[in-house]
Nanobody, 116 residues
């Protein structure tokens, strides 16, 4: 099983980034997918998830700014992040789970830094 994140980087406040997570080694379309983040000195938090059927959920801190989506042909989940602010700075991790709310597989993470 592999989950490989990409798309992180440095962005100015107010900017946008799109994270991608390419999955392999399991039947992607049956799994719900999520994005977590962990900022320095803070606990890991669930940012967004998307069920196999396409329904989604978001942390209050990102509602209206972030959008999670999935492509079951490409076995990829995305996180579109808009109106970024310094509080969004964190390592973002992709995760996959067969049965909500437990996640079974994790990626290595991609760093997002929001700064001038």
């Amino acid at each position: 099983v592999q989950l490989v994140e990409s798309g992180g980087g440095l962005v100015q406040p107010g900017g946008s980034l799109r994270l991608s997570c390419a999955a392999s080694g399991f039947t992607f379309r049956y799994y719900y997918m999520g994005w977590y983040r962990q900022a320095p000195g803070k606990q890991r938090e669930l940012v967004a998830f998307i069920r196999s059927g396409g329904s989604t959920g978001y942390a209050d801190s990102v509602k209206g700014r972030f959008t999670i989506s999935r492509d079951n042909v490409k076995n990829t989940v995305y996180l579109q992040m808009n109106s970024l602010n310094p509080d969004d700075t964190a390592v973002y991790y992709c995760a996959a789970g067969r049965f909500y709310p437990q996640f079974d597989y994790w990626g290595q993470g991609t760093l997002v830094t929001v700064s001038e």
